[in-house]
């Protein structure tokens, strides 16, 4: 005769992701009109993040600093499944998400609007905490291991790196979105 086994637990409910899981995506031609009347806009650009995990963690990130919106492109990047929705606790749903066809042409858009883009590179010789990120900035993440394709790279109006002190030679790619968004956010702070 066996014992009784107590029963399993039940796994805890996501308190931030709304009931509906409804996600809206817009399209490049929505981009001025979601940044119409910001003032210093901050927008987060995914080139080609194909981990859902990594997307809904970005995505919670830039819901935690105030972005504006979200741009990546159609392709090569992960869709908006329930995993990404579920990691995202709510940033999903809170934030505009803009899939283009083009992710050079919405740079240019944004250009045109009076955002300065920030590409983050291993190679770049800037160090991220040595530039003004006051104003209107779009913060340009790569994907997991290649980071940001070649022409994304030349449509940055500059390119910065993360200062490493350790011996790994790179950080995950939601984790960069983090320390690069969240110093804008310190930057942006009224001095006291």
Known sequence: MRPNRPEQPVARQNRHARPDNQVR???????????EGKESPLVLILDCVQDPHNLGACLRTADAAGV?????????????????VRVACGGAENIPLVRVTNLVRAMDKLKEL??????????????LYDLDLKGGI???????????????????DFLV???MAGKVECLNVSVATGVCLFECVRQRQPKK
């Open 25 to 35: 995506v817009y399209e490049e031609g929505d981009i001025p009109s979601i940044l």
């Open 161 to 163: 790196k993360i200062p």
């Open 68 to 84: 504006c919106a979200v741009i990546m492109p159609k392709d090569k990047t992960a869709p908006i499944t329930e995993t990404v």
């Open 114 to 127: 009076g955002i300065w883009l920030v590409g983050t590179a291993d190679e770049a010789t800037k160090s």
């Open 138 to 156: 779009g913060i340009v993440m790569g994907a997991e291991g290649p980071g940001m394709r070649r022409l994304t790279g030349e449509h940055c």
